[in-house]
């Protein structure tokens, strides 16, 4: 980014557009082309899609599901195909349900981002021109109404009654008066009235501006590179995590009063540890149908599916 971009507010208008190469009347069509494959689509952020593959593997990544799944390859080596293919039949089914689930909200938040595409009014070719935001470059004339969301940082050309409302990035409380002016270097963000900041919008009046940030490159790009940070652990999710690992490094021994019922799962498998093949006796999670549906359901809600139904 040029220095002189870091505080256009201090620049006059004129000296502005000599700069980025253009006039009041904006870009051309063609140069526009050319800008926006030099600097990219106006995003706070690369739009990325999870393919269905990787939607479906994401929903065996739960610790307690990978401990079923070792289940049912224990159940396997110890010849029990009968508890092997219900526990991987249960996490299959688990699985498939999520996966349908959040494909389906995928694809429903794609819809409705495609009917709610925001377009804003530019100059092209000295013509006043609905273009998509995401093809806004610097240099882009654009013309403000009241209702209009500003699509990129930049500074008011001129302005008629022009009130901005910037609650979402400076939290004042009023719509600010913006005119066209220039005003020193040093001063603070909630004081440029001859600036207009990419998220805001217009509550009244009309003006014409002069794009000259866009992207990651405006105040709100350099705060979503600030929060793109993982955000910390809840309490909640911490302890879930934990006994999922508790539960994959095996228990504290049980109580020697411990005895299964004949005929389940945790009969067949202490008595096939008891052999000598596998010294772990009293280190395996005694896994039973009550077992699995407590794992499953412990996963649902790490994934907030049944908090976020409350």
């Known amino acids: 980014m040029d220095e002189w971009s870091s505080n256009f507010w201090s620049i006059p208008p004129e000296a502005l557009l000599d700069r980025l190469g253009t006039t009041r009347d904006g870009l051309s ?27 479906f593997i994401a929903q065996f990544k739960s610790p307690i599901i990978l401990i079923l799944i070792f289940a049912a ?37 794609e819809k409705l981002l495609a009917m709610v595409r925001i377009q804003s009014t530019v100059l092209r070719d000295g013509r006043p021109t609905d273009v998509p935001v995401e093809e806004l470059v ?11 969301v500003i699509p990129g940082d930049g500074v008011v050309l001129d302005s008629k009654d022009l009130f901005v409302d910037e609650a979402t990035l400076t939290g004042e409380t009023y719509p600010v008066a913006k005119e066209a002016t220039t005003l020193p270097p040093d001063t603070p963000l909630g004081r440029r009235v001859n600036a207009l900041f990419m998220g805001t919008h217009v509550v009244g009046g009309t003006a014409r501006a002069l794009v000259i940030q866009t ?36 228990n504290p021994p049980l109580p020697e009063m411990h005895r299964p019922c004949p005929g389940t799962f945790e009969t067949t498998l202490y008595g096939k540890l008891d052999l000598g093949r596998f ?13 699995i549906a407590a794992a499953l359901g412990l996963n649902w809600i790490i994934k907030g599916k049944v908090l976020s139904s409350l």
């Open 138 to 148: 610097p240099g882009d004339v654009i013309i403000l109404n009241a209702g209009d």
């Open 215 to 250: 992207g990651r490159a405006t105040e709100f790009g350099k705060i979503a590179d600030r929060l793109s940070l993982r955000p910390p652990e809840m309490e909640f999710e911490r302890g879930v995590r934990r006994f999922g690992y508790f539960l994959q490094r095996g």
């Open 279 to 291: 010294p772990l006796r009293r280190n395996v999670f005694p896994f039973s149908p009550l077992a």
């Open 29 to 55: 069509s063609r140069e526009a082309g050319v800008r926006l494959a030099r600097h990219g689509p106006n995003r706070i952020s690369a739009k990325k899609r999870a393919d269905d593959l990787t939607l």
């Open 73 to 109: 390859v224990l159940s396997f080596f110890l010849d029990d195909p009968v508890d092997t293919a219900i526990i991987l039949t249960i996490v299959l089914i688990s699985g498939c349900l999520g996966f349908r689930q959040e494909r389906a909200a995928v694809h429903a938040v």
